[in-house]
C-alpha cells in the first residue's frame, strides 16, 4: 500500500494544498522526540524537492534546536475527508531566524503576523504516501484566533521577551538559536 517517491509531484501538492493541519517530528542524538501540530496558513511547497513552513511562536521551540544538531526533519499530512490519503516528507531542514538574510526571501510568502518566530526550510529526500484507511473522519470548523490574539496583545517587545525567557533551550537543554549563534 506505501508507495515511494524521489520527490512531490503535482497531485501529492494539491494534497499538501488542500491540508488544514500537518504534524512535523524531529529529534536529536539521545533526548526527546518531538511531534508538533502545525495549522493556520504556515505551510508552502517551493518545489518539488523544497519545502517551508513559517514556525509560530508557541511554548517551545524544540524543532529548531534539534535542527541545529542534526537536522533530520519528517512532516505529515494525513486526510481527514472521504478520500484517505497519508502524506509523509523526509529530509533535512534548518531554521531561518529574523536575522538571516534569507528571511527576507521567504517571509513574504505567508501572512505577515508578530509571531513569525522562525521559518523551517526542508530539502526532501523522500515522499511516502500510505492508505490512512485507518485515520477517522473530521470536519475542519475554522482556524483557531487563540495564538494570533495572544501575540498580538504581546506585541513584538513582548513576544521578544518571551523568547528570551522560554524558546531559547530546548526540554533537553538544546539551544534553538533564536535569538542568537
Same mark, same amino acid.
Given at each position: 500500500?506505501?508507495?515511494?517517491?524521489?520527490?512531490? #509531484?503535482?497531485?501529492?501538492?494539491?494534497?499538501?494544498?488542500?491540508?488544514?493541519?500537518?504534524?512535523? @517530528?524531529?529529534? %536529536?542524538? +539521545? *533526548? /526527546?522526540?518531538?511531534?508538533?501540530?502545525?495549522?493556520?496558513?504556515?505551510?508552502?511547497?517551493?518545489?518539488? #524537492?523544497?519545502?517551508?513552513?513559517?514556525?509560530?511562536?508557541?511554548?517551545?521551540?524544540?524543532?529548531? @534546536?534539534?535542527? %541545529?544538531? +542534526? *537536522? /533530520?526533519?519528517?512532516?505529515?499530512?494525513?486526510?481527514?475527508?472521504?478520500?484517505?490519503?497519508?502524506?509523509?516528507?523526509?529530509?533535512?531542514?534548518?531554521?531561518?531566524?529574523?536575522?538571516?538574510?534569507?528571511?527576507?526571501?521567504?517571509?513574504?510568502?505567508?501572512?505577515?503576523?508578530?509571531?513569525?518566530?522562525?521559518?523551517?526550510?526542508?530539502?526532501?529526500?523522500?515522499?511516502?504516501?500510505?492508505?490512512?484507511?485507518?485515520?477517522?473522519?473530521?470536519?475542519?470548523?475554522?482556524?483557531?484566533?487563540?495564538?494570533?490574539?495572544?501575540?498580538?496583545?504581546?506585541?513584538?517587545?513582548?513576544?521578544?521577551?518571551?523568547?528570551?525567557?522560554?524558546?531559547?533551550?530546548?526540554?533537553?537543554?538544546?539551544?534553538?538559536?533564536?535569538?542568537?549563534?
Amino acid at each position: 500500500m506505501a508507495q515511494f517517491y524521489d520527490s512531490l #509531484n503535482d497531485k501529492l501538492t494539491a494534497f499538501i494544498r488542500e491540508q488544514h493541519l500537518f504534524f512535523v @517530528a524531529s529529534g %536529536a542524538g +539521545d *533526548g /526527546r522526540i518531538n511531534l508538533s501540530p502545525k495549522g493556520m496558513d504556515t505551510f508552502r511547497v517551493l518545489d518539488a #524537492n523544497r519545502v517551508a513552513f513559517m514556525n509560530l511562536t508557541g511554548s517551545g521551540n524544540e524543532t529548531a @534546536a534539534h535542527l %541545529a544538531i +542534526d *537536522g /533530520r526533519l519528517t512532516i505529515m499530512f494525513c486526510s481527514f475527508t472521504e478520500k484517505p490519503l497519508i502524506l509523509r516528507l523526509y529530509g533535512h531542514g534548518r531554521a531561518v531566524h529574523r536575522r538571516d538574510a534569507e528571511w527576507d526571501e521567504y517571509a513574504p510568502l505567508f501572512p505577515e503576523s508578530v509571531g513569525n518566530r522562525n521559518i523551517i526550510l526542508m530539502d526532501v529526500e523522500s515522499v511516502q504516501t500510505s492508505c490512512g484507511f485507518a485515520v477517522p473522519f473530521y470536519e475542519y470548523a475554522g482556524e483557531r484566533p487563540l495564538l494570533t490574539e495572544w501575540a498580538k496583545n504581546r506585541g513584538a517587545d513582548g513576544l521578544a521577551k518571551y523568547w528570551a525567557e522560554k524558546n531559547q533551550v530546548s526540554i533537553d537543554g538544546l539551544p534553538t538559536r533564536l535569538l542568537t549563534d
